[in-house]
């Protein structure tokens, strides 16, 4: 019986095949469109009153006053000091790890004169609110709190806004504590598309925001593409994906479990193995099929390996990476003997980690880059959440005596070409002055 798709990359009908098990079934897709853009243009009429509803339906809530969907700070703050000693220190240590890792990525302003002595330069500056969401429907992810507050932070955002849905009610205390950790300013139990719309237009309880980042569920994911324009995103960041590349030298077990780490996400993850060893392969299979009655979460992990996941067998490594290079996954991890030999011919990998001992869920919780990463093929041209995400640039320029003579006569010479009078006068009047 089939528990996951098998592809060879020397079978004819090869790019065809891995084209369907990439796309997500488009039907749904148009249905998520639909809806999505009902509840925005609901919350954007109605407000808060459609905001209760639609939490109240999608999670399975009963709460008669918008207000109760905000948690006060001293419930974070009471979350965390009733941590366990092991657990906070695990929260700190992931944080102080985070921190560290976005520190490194700190854009800064500068300037230069010019011959003319005019000043000129890039101001950067961080981003006035922000709203970070954070999936809660299917896990609680007090990891992906620290992921986008903490780079947030360190940009120097003044207002955090964090919206994470209460599912049944049950708001976890590690996220609760995770955002008291990196300094959230307010949170919001909201979620869905709902939550992207009160962000946005805002709504009497919660402020609408700048820019919108962080993870979630297809309608999230949708929200973000409708919505912006009128606030910024960061990315669309979809269902989780992995791409391992193996030489068929690591434990069996280390690379099934890495492939469930990602598939026990969502039934629309995507976990993908190549690997030039077909015995390797075949028995990758069969420890699928021992080891997922034991998982926890099967279930999820079954829909997602029998849909989309995928064993392939390639030629030889450097196939696989022209064929990860094709995927651009959002997490790539070259399990061989040699990875960084491989390194080189890899284009697109939203993070890339090295030898069998860099297991993805390492990057989750705690070595440092970000975990929120571009999915859906979109490594091709986007990069990770990081503190670049939170600030801006602004240019500025400061003309001297000099430099208006001197930029006065191209300025004016070149408006006049283009036939903009105003344009020629501006500079003109500068000139000699
Ligand atoms: N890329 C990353 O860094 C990263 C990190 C963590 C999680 N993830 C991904 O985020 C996703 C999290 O999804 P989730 O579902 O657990 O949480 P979620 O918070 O994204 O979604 C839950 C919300 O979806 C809405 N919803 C659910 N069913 C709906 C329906 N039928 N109609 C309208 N709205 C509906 C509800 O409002 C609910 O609050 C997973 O795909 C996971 O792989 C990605
Ligand atoms: N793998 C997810 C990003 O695709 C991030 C995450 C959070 N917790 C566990 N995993
Ligand atoms: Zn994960």
């Known amino acids: 019986m089939k528990i996951i798709n098998r592809l060879s990359a020397k079978d004819p009908n090869f790019k065809l095949d891995l084209a369907k098990l990439l796309n997500i079934d488009t039907q749904q897709n148009n249905q998520i469109t639909i809806a999505v853009s009902k509840i925005l243009s609901d919350i954007k009429e ?17 709460i008669k006053s918008v207000d109760l969907l905000e948690i006060q700070k001293i419930k974070w703050k009471e979350a965390f000091d009733n941590l366990k000693l ?6 700190e240590k992931a944080a102080e790890r985070i921190k560290q890792y976005h520190q490194k990525q700190i854009m800064n302003s500068w300037s230069y004169k010019d011959e003319y002595d005019n000043i000129l330069g890039q101001r950067i500056s961080p981003l006035e609110k922000v709203g970070l969401y954070v999936p809660g429907g299917k896990a609680a992810y007090p990891s992906s709190v620290m992921m986008n507050a903490i780079p947030a932070k360190v940009a120097g955002v003044n207002e955090l806004i964090m919206v994470s849905p209460a599912t049944n009610g049950i708001i976890n205390s590690l996220v609760l504590s995770a955002a008291f950790l990196s300094n959230v300013d307010r949170l919001f139990t909201i979620g869905g598309a709902q939550a992207i719309a009160a962000l946005t237009y805002g709504t009497n309880l ?10 979630g569920n297809s309608y999230v994911a949708e929200a973000k593409r409708q919505v ?15 791409l391992i590349i193996c030489d068929g030298k690591t434990p069996i ?7 469930f780490s990602q598939a026990e996400h969502d039934e629309l993850a995507q976990s993908i193995l190549l690997c030039p060893d077909i015995q390797y392969l075949n028995k990758i299979e069969a420890k699928i099929k021992e080891l997922l009655p034991n998982m926890p979460r099967k279930e999820i992990i079954a829909s997602s390996l029998y849909n989309r996941g995928l064993l392939i067998l390639v030629e030889n490594l450097e196939q696989a990476c022209n064929i990860s290079n094709f995927i651009a996954p959002e997490h790539l991890e070259i399990s061989t003997e ?31 880059p970000n975990h929120v990463l571009p999915t859906s093929r979109t490594s091709r041209f986007s ?3 990081g503190v670049y995400d939170f600030q801006k640039r602004s240019s500025f320029i400061n003309v001297s005596p000099n ?12 408006a006049q070409e283009e036939g903009l009078q105003a344009h020629a006068l501006s500079a003109h009047y500068r000139i000699n002055y």
């Open 46 to 62: 109605k407000g808060d009153l459609s905001l209760l509803e639609y939490t109240n339906k999608y999670d399975r809530l009963n």
């Open 86 to 91: 092991e657990q906070r220190s695990n929260l």
């Open 206 to 215: 919660i402020p609408a925001v700048d820019k919108i980042v962080g993870p």
């Open 228 to 242: 912006f324009g009128k606030v910024g995103i960061d990315m669309i960041a979809g269902p989780s994906e992995i």
């Open 253 to 259: 077990e280390w690379i099934v479990m890495d492939l």
């Open 338 to 368: 040699f990875p960084n030999e491989l390194m080189k011919f890899i284009k697109h990998a939203g993070s890339i980690f090295l030898g069998k001992f860099s297991s993805e869920s390492l990057g989750d919780y705690c070595a440092g």
């Open 383 to 385: 990069s990770p959440l």
């Open 403 to 414: 430099g208006a003579n001197e930029l006065g006569k191209i300025a004016n010479s070149l």
